[in-house]
Each structure stands twice: as C-alpha cells, then as structure tokens.
C-alpha cells in the first residue's frame, strides 16, 4: 500500500512532535500495510523551511530503514498553491516527488523503451476558494503540467466550492489531476463535514488515492479503515 501523503517528519510542521512520535507513526503505518511512503511537510506558512525538512527526511529516513527496511521511504511536499505563488514557481522542481514513478501502461511496452516517467506533485488549494476562482486555479495547474508533472490534488473533499459542486473536481480530472482523499474524511476530516463530499466523489470514481494525510499516529487506523472500506473505488488505471 502507498501512502503518498504524511506529516511524519518529527518538529517541522503541525504533523510528528518529535523523533518518538515519528516511529510511533511509522510502527502505526507498517501496521496498516504500508510499503511505500512519500513524506510531505508542509509547504506554506509559517512551516516552510526546505533545508530543515530535507535535513529531518535524511535523518528520519535512514533511522525508518533500520526499523522497517520493508517500507520504501522517499520525500515530497504538500505545496499550498498560495504560497507556491509566492515563492514562485522556480521553485516547483524542488517540491515535486523524490522519486519519479513509470507512467501507468494499458499493456505491457513494447517497441521503444521511452522515457515516460512521471514526475508527481502534491498540489494543496485554498479551501475557500470560490467558483469563480477556479479559472486562475486550473491555470496555475497547467502551468505546473507543462512543467512536466502529474498534479495530484490533495485532500478535494475539504474545498468549499467542490463541495458545492462536484463538477469542479470532475473537470480537473478531466485537465488530467489525479485527485488524493485523505482517510479521515471517514471521521469527518480536519475541517469537518469531509465526510459526505468524499464519499459522493468515491463513488462517482473521481479519486485516485486514499492517503492518510497522517499528523498523529491515530489517522494510520482510520486511514487504513479508509481503505480498506474504499479502496475498491479508487481510479483502475492504477
Ligand atoms: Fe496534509
């Protein structure tokens, strides 16, 4: 199982305190099932510090291997699309995925072995952002797109204006976003009422992942609750 979205690293955001809460956090993840990890601080304020969260993922990193060798640890970020703005977006080729993965086949290559994988980026948006903002959103998202990444919308269910209307996740699935629930949307989610719009979105197939989003060690039990209830919902191109 791959989380691709967790607060593990100990005392750089609202996520893990300290060292003791990160292994607790990963014995909860192993638990779960997890093999694969992506570790994604917060990028957006007040925590972005790149060099303190590249110095905590080295060291978390290699302290995890000695202790689950089996779960694949590798960095990201969960980049707040505001700040990305205020950064600049030079700075997106820092904040993409680590690693990037093989691009998804319909059937096995055949032919010319190309260069087709995917570099994948944690994209937050601005919870309370309204309809009518979504046109300047999906321009910022493009332009990310045509820096070569797969954008994976973080946590849609907690947006406002996609609560309202699901047809504004369906249309960045359609601009090619892969879009990320995180588990404990089953408990009503962080901003409260994530429940329902998940749900609806699971259902309609909108979701490539359930994530855990995990900032404590009890969001690994009801992400792996999550999916193990919803996991069946989630996009087959994966
Ligand atoms: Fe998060």
Redesign the pocket.
């Known amino acids: 199982m791959r989380d691709i ?3 593990i690293l100990p005392g750089v955001d609202d ?1 893990a305190k300290d060292e003791a809460e990160s292994f607790a956090m990963l014995d909860a993840a192993a638990n779960a099932g997890v093999t694969e990890m992506v570790c ?1 601080p ?1 990028c957006r304020e007040p925590y972005f510090n790149y060099d303190a969260m590249v110095a905590a993922y080295r060291a978390f990193r290699a302290a995890a291997q000695k202790r689950h060798p089996q779960i694949a640890i590798s960095l990201g970020f ?1 980049v707040n699309l505001l700040t990305l703005r205020k950064i600049g977006f030079q700075w997106a080729e820092k904040l993409g995925f680590e690693k990037p993965r093989p691009a998804r086949r319909l059937g096995p290559a055949r032919g010319l072995e190309l260069d087709d994988s995917v570099h994948e980026f944690l994209l ?1 948006l601005p919870v309370d952002a309204e309809s009518n903002d979504y046109p300047r959103i999906e321009r910022a998202i493009f332009a990310l797109q045509g820096m070569g990444y797969e954008v994976i919308i ?2 849609p269910e907690r947006y406002l204006a996609i609560r309202e209307d699901m047809g504004l996740a369906r249309q960045l699935v359609d601009m090619g976003c892969r879009l990320q629930a ?1 588990g404990d949307f089953l408990t009503g989610g962080r901003l409260k009422g994530s429940r329902r719009p998940a749900k609806k979105m699971l259902k309609a197939g909108l979701y490539s992942y359930i994530a855990s ?1 995990a ?1 404590t060690v009890k969001h690994y039990r009801v992400f792996a609750k999550a999916w193990r209830k919803y996991s069946k919902y989630l996009r087959a191109e994966l």
């Open positions: 979205h967790t607060h996520g994604t917060h969960e937050e973080a946590h995180s989003d900032h």
